[in-house]
């Protein structure tokens, strides 16, 4: 096994590295955020995403009031216009779609059906529904842009952590995204070659930082700096880099998150192909949420980016060198002792086989042939299942 060597992918492979793309999981996240993200939730540089989630946030306020001190206000000229008349604002705020769903989710009242109904209707039942409520207060996140809207209504005790704070914490390691830093946006695989070029046009197809008006989301790699493992069967290097996404909902959407990963390539559609050693931590916006992201979230990122790839390469290593099974018997013993039933054990052992050349003897062998037959699974919890029982094989063997 050679030691970890970290390639300039720019110096020795100007048009990009060839990887195995048979190895590893694939995550599809990214690929959905990509998939389902219009054009005007699409940022080029982290400067630009910055300036959008700190203006909105700049433009905001926060206030606790009680729910039975909210007005709602019907218009008699749109049938279809409904505004809030808030304790202690100037002028009653417009709930946006999901804040009215919000809203309506607090006091009980089904937000799909009131949606349906005429203005003055739904007011009624949303003001019946404020009056009786028993919870006493809720925390509005309110925005002045033009017109006066409700961007969020949650309890008293949520823990808001806002979009640019997160986006700031990215940027310190990160510089703009574009290349300023070892991170940045990731380039794309040639399925006909199979080669991976970093180097590619930023543009919305490619970009992968998103915000909307409910969230956002950024996901970056240091793919200029690819790191050997070990060999291919061919003899050939087997090429990783680092990649990292997170994501956060300042108004109650979803929770904040940071993963951090391992990969060989990412395609056009952004799924992510040869994932390992991921990890991933999330925070609950709950009473100390910004507490525990100042002192466990972006120290985490930041470690992470700093950090060497040794110990991920040593692991690989291990895991290649720790012989398990040298006869059939053997494999079918390893594999039937953690829990394998006999069809998968012999998928797993039909696949390392046909992709290494030779049946599965070492823990990494083994590993990449559960990590294959989970990618071919179509149910996500039996998935992570395998997914998670090879990455315990993975670590014990480091």
């Known amino acids: 096994m050679t030691n970890a060597v970290t390639i300039d992918a720019g110096r020795d492979a100007p048009g990009g590295y060839k990887v195995d793309l048979g190895r590893g999981q694939r995550v599809g996240r990214v690929s959905s955020e990509w998939f389902n993200r219009p054009a005007d939730e699409r940022y080029l540089s982290l400067s630009d995403l910055m300036a959008s989630v700190r203006g909105r946030s700049e433009r905001s306020r926060t206030r606790t009031v009680e729910t039975a001190a909210i007005r709602v206000e019907a218009s008699r000229d749109d049938a279809e216009r409904l505004t809030l008349a808030l304790p202690g604002a100037d002028k009653p705020v417009a709930p946006t779609h999901w804040s009215f769903g919000q809203l309506a989710s607090i006091v009980g009242a089904p937000a799909t059906y009131l949606r349906q109904l005429p203005a003055a209707l739904a007011g009624i039942n949303l003001q019946y529904g404020l009056t009786s409520h028993r919870a006493e207060q809720v925390k509005t996140l309110e925005s002045e842009n033009g017109r006066a809207e409700l961007r969020a209504v949650t309890g008293p005790d949520y823990g808001r952590i806002f979009d640019h704070e997160l986006v700031a914490a990215v940027q310190k390691i990160a510089g703009n995204g574009t290349g300023d830093t070892r991170w940045k946006i990731p380039g794309v695989l040639d399925w006909s ?206």
Do not use: M
């Open 193 to 398: 070659t199979g080669i991976y070029n970093p180097r590619v046009d930023i543009t919305s197809d490619t970009t992968t930082l998103y915000a909307s008006d409910r969230d956002v989301f950024l996901f970056l790699v240091d793919d200029l700096n690819p790191i050997e493992a070990g060999r291919l069967s061919d003899g050939s290097p087997d090429l990783y880099f680092r990649g990292f996404y997170c994501w956060n909902s300042e108004v109650g959407a979803k929770t904040l998150g940071i993963a951090s990963f391992y990969l060989r390539a990412v395609c056009q559609n952004r799924n992510l192909w040869g994932v390992e050693d991921f990890e991933e931590i999330t925070i609950r916006h709950s009473k100390y949420a910004g507490s525990r992201f100042a002192h466990q979230a972006a120290p985490a990122l930041t470690r992470f980016a700093n950090s060497s790839p040794l110990p991920f390469v040593n692991g690989i290593r291990a895991a290649r060198e720790k012989i398990v099974a040298r006869t059939d018997d053997d494999r079918t013993e390893f594999l039937r002792k953690r829990g394998f039933s006999k069809t998968e054990t012999a998928k797993i052992v039909e696949i390392v086989l046909a992709e290494e050349g030779h049946k599965p003897e070492s823990v990494f062998d083994f590993v990449q042939g559960i990590t294959a037959v989970a990618r071919d699974k179509p149910h996500q919890d039996v998935r992570l299942d395998l997914e998670a029982r090879a990455k315990k094989l993975l670590d014990r063997a480091a």
